[in-house]
C-alpha cells in the first residue's frame, strides 16, 4: 500500500469519525431561537481573496485563530495546512502539515499583505510548530499579546485507534518573547500546561480562546462529558495575571467556580453548555457586553453568539449569527471553527467572524477549491 494511500485511509477515518459523531450531536440539537441581540452577516469575499493569493505555495488551512501583535499587525494561527510546490496547480502533490501562520498587515480595516511561514527540512514543508521531543504534533488554539511577549495555547495529538485516529496527549504554552521580529527569527519557550485530562467521554483543557480584560487574561477551557450527549461539553475560564506571559507560574491561575475564583481547577462551573473547541470571546463595544462566538456543538452551519456583561458571565442563550451556506454544496461537506477577530473590525457594531469548511473525502479537496480556506464573514448587530 501507497503511503498515500495509507494517509488518505487515515484522513478519512478521522473526517468521516468526526462528522458522524459531531453530525449525529448537531441533528439531536435543538436551532437557538433568534433572541435580541438581532444580527446580521454576510460574506465578504475580498478578505478570502486576499488568503486564496498571498502565496502561491500555502492552499488553504483550517483553525484561524488570529492574535493581535500591534502596529496594525496580525498573527493568524492555522492548523493542518496544504502546501504545495510555487508552480503546481490547486493541491496537486500538495504536502499536509500540521499547523502553520501568518502575519498580516490591516490596512484601514482592509485585508494587506500577508506573510505566511512553516518550516523546511531538506526542502520538505515541515510544521510551523513542530511537537519537539514529545511524540504526535500540534494543533494551535489561541493566543495574546501581552507587553512585549506573545503566549500561544496548544494541544497536543497522538494517533490512535480511536474513531478519530488519535487522541489529545496534552496541552502546552508557548511564549515568544521577541514577536516583533520575523517567525522564523522567534525564540520559543514552551510550557505544559498542567490543567488536562484525558478521558474515554472526553477531554478537558484551557487556551480554546483568550480575552485581556481588566489587567487580567482569561483562558477559556472545555470540559467533555459524552455521556451526556450533544450539550456534553461545557465551556470553563481562568484568570490568569498579565506577568503570566513572563513567569510562566500557573500557580497564579484561578478558576470561577459559579461564584467566585478558586485555586483547584476541577472546581471550575460551567458558564454554558455545548460549546466548542474553537471559538472566541471579545468585546463589543456597541453593545457593552462580550460577545462569544462559536460553531454549535463545535460542527454545524449554525455560528451561533452569546453575550454577557462579564468574562465569566452570565451568558445569554444563543442567538443564531450565520448559517453556513457551504454544506449544501455537497454531502460529505461539513462546516467549523467559527470564531470572531474584532481587531478586524471597521466599526463598533461588527465582528468580523471566520470559520472552515472541510470534507469527509480527501478527493474533494484536490477536486473542489472553494473549500478548506478560511471563510470570512461580516456580521453587525442590531441595538433595535
Known amino acids: 500500500m501507497t503511503e498515500r494511500a495509507v494517509r488518505e485511509i487515515r484522513f478519512r477515518l478521522c473526517l468521516a469519525g468526526l462528522a458522524l459523531i459531531l453530525l449525529g450531536c448537531a441533528l439531536l440539537g435543538r436551532v437557538p431561537r433568534q433572541d435580541q441581540p438581532v444580527w446580521q452577516a454576510e460574506p465578504i469575499p475580498a478578505w478570502e481573496e486576499a488568503f486564496r493569493h498571498a502565496d502561491p505555495r500555502w492552499k488553504g488551512g483550517d483553525g484561524a485563530s488570529s492574535v493581535p501583535l500591534g502596529d496594525s499587525r496580525t498573527l493568524w494561527l492555522f492548523g493542518d495546512t496544504w502546501i504545495t510546490q ?4 490547486g493541491r496537486k502533490g500538495a504536502v499536509l502539515i500540521r499547523n502553520s ?88 519557550e514552551r510550557r505544559p500546561v498542567p490543567f488536562f485530562r484525558h478521558g474515554d467521554q472526553g477531554d478537558s483543557f484551557f487556551g480554546v480562546c483568550c480575552l485581556l480584560c481588566g489587567g487580567s487574561l482569561y483562558v477559556y477551557g472545555v470540559r467533555e462529558d459524552w455521556n451526556r450527549g450533544p450539550e456534553g461539553r461545557s465551556l470553563l475560564v481562568a484568570r490568569a495575571p498579565p506577568e503570566f506571559a513572563d ?19 476541577t472546581r471550575a462551573a460551567p458558564l454554558f453548555e455545548g460549546a466548542a473547541t474553537e471559538m472566541s470571546v471579545s468585546w463589543l463595544p456597541a453593545l457593552g457586553r462580550h460577545v462569544a462566538v462559536y460553531t454549535r456543538f463545535g460542527l454545524s452551519e449554525f455560528i451561533l453568539a452569546r453575550t454577557s456583561l462579564l468574562p465569566e458571565g452570565p451568558w445569554s442563550e444563543p442567538a443564531v449569527l450565520y448559517r453556513c451556506p457551504d454544506v449544501a454544496w455537497n454531502s460529505r461537506y461539513f462546516s467549523y471553527a467559527g470564531k470572531a477577530h474584532p481587531e478586524l473590525a471597521r466599526t463598533e457594531d461588527e465582528l468580523i ?11 474533494d479537496h484536490y477536486g473542489d477549491l472553494r473549500i478548506y480556506w478560511p471563510r470570512f464573514v461580516r456580521a453587525t448587530v442590531s441595538l433595535e
Open 247 to 265: 513567569s510562566g507560574d500557573f500557580r497564579a491561575w484561578r478558576f470561577f467556580d459559579g461564584r467566585q475564583w478558586v485555586a483547584d481547577w
Open 86 to 89: 510555487p508552480e503546481a496547480e
Open 353 to 363: 467572524v471566520t470559520y472552515a469548511t472541510n470534507s469527509t473525502s480527501e478527493e
Open 101 to 188: 501562520l501568518a502575519v498580516q498587515r490591516i490596512e484601514a480595516g482592509e485585508p494587506g499583505r500577508i506573510d505566511f511561514f512553516w518550516n523546511l527540512e531538506d526542502g520538505k514543508p515541515e510544521d510551523a510548530f513542530p511537537p519537539g521531543e514529545d511524540p504526535g504534533w500540534l494543533w494551535p488554539l489561541s493566543g495574546a499579546r501581552i507587553g512585549s511577549s506573545l503566549i500561544l495555547f496548544f494541544v497536543r495529538c497522538v494517533e490512535s485507534g480511536s474513531l478519530l485516529g488519535f487522541d489529545l496527549a496534552g496541552s502546552l504554552v508557548i511564549t515568544v518573547s521577541n514577536p516583533d521580529e520575523p517567525p522564523a527569527e522567534w525564540r520559543p
